[in-house]
């Protein structure tokens, strides 16, 4: 008869067995929002340095210029 008694409460336990752990659907979109993030970092990372090549380029100059 104990078993009857865990039918209904199973929301309970969990929250109270594993309220200290990330689930995993939560890991899952972390994970994902992580990984955006490096590849936008990296991708801003290859913007300014092709905007610093670019300004350098333009700022050597030459003969027509000065």
Request: hydrophobic content about 30%.
């Amino acid at each position: 008869m104990a078993f009857f008694g865990l039918i209904g409460n199973d929301e309970t336990l969990a929250s109270t067995t594993y309220s200290d752990r990330e689930s995993a659907s939560d890991k899952a979109a972390r994970k994902r929002r992580q990984s955006h993030h490096r590849s936008a970092t990296a991708a801003d990372r290859q913007g300014q340095a092709w905007e610093a090549n670019e300004r350098a380029r333009q700022d050597r100059g030459s003969w027509w210029r000065r």
